[in-house]
């Protein structure tokens, strides 16, 4: 369970000497239940970015408590956020962020490799996922002999393969097709059902958000449960 209270957070902008003080953030307070798929919607500069980032401990808020099971992560240095990040979270961004000089296999060992796996234990467990995300033909490919749904399909097996219990998706379908969009929106969906993991979506599209289990709407720094719709 995810459970954020009161988060506020500022940027300061402007030259020196004539800085003021930009509220993204104005006293944000939602749950996530574990097992869950949550997107937060909302237009471009509405804040999602900067609380993803909140959340995941790139960036400490100025004020706020956030309780990430039993740990109070808004009280973590950057080291314990670190720490936290690795063994909790998985990414998935809008533009893949695969490493283009290594093949689809190689990109999702790579966290294994870094984390000290045996080369047996990585074998197994990337062809595994792999074959759980429908890439095994492709493995042996880099990234720019890829389709976009490809890619994106590696980039989520790289972020199960340390077994995280939550993952944030930054405008997952972003960059793709409808049909593609639709493809990665169902695995995600499987995924959260066989494995368990929550998943927290954030997206300017309202129809990627309509397929989350609940959806709240980011407007001017503000966070709402549920649907409704301001004007464009
Ligand atoms: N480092 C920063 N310094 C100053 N202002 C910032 C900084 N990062 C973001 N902002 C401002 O904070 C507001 C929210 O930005 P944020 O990136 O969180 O929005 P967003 O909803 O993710 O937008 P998008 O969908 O375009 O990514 C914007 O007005 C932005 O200009």
Do not use: C, W
Request: glycine share 10%; no cysteine; charged share 25%.
């Amino acid at each position: 369970m995810i459970h954020v209270q009161e988060l506020t957070h500022s940027f300061k902008i402007g030259k020196k000497g004539k800085e003021r003080q930009v509220p993204v953030l104005k006293g944000l307070s939602f749950k996530i239940n574990e097992g869950e798929i949550v997107s937060i919607v909302g237009r471009s500069g509405s804040g999602k970015s900067t609380l993803l980032h909140i959340l995941a401990g790139f960036l400490k808020p100025d004020a706020g408590i956030i309780q990430i099971g039993n740990a109070r992560t808004s009280a973590f240095n950057e080291t314990e956020s670190a720490k936290f990040r690795l063994d909790h979270f998985g990414f998935i961004f809008q533009n893949f962020q695969l490493m283009p000089g290594l093949t689809a296999f190689e990109n999702v060992e790579l966290p294994l490799k870094l984390a000290g796996v045996t080369k047996r234990e990585r074998r197994r467990k990337v062809k595994q996922l792999l074959q759980l995300v429908g890439l095994t033909e492709v493995q042996d490919h880099y990234p720019n002999e890829l389709s976009g749904g490809q890619q994106q399909r590696v980039s989520i097996a790289r972020a199960l393969v340390t077994d995280p219990p939550i993952i944030f998706a930054d405008e997952p379908t972003g960059s793709l097709d409808s049909e593609t969009e639709q493809d990665i929106l169902l695995l995600i969906q499987s995924l959260n059902k066989s494995r368990g993991i929550t998943f927290i979506i954030i997206t300017h599209d309202d129809t990627v958000a309509e397929t989350a289990d609940r959806m709240y709407r980011m407007h001017d720094g503000e966070l709402t449960e549920g649907g409704v719709v301001h004007a464009i």
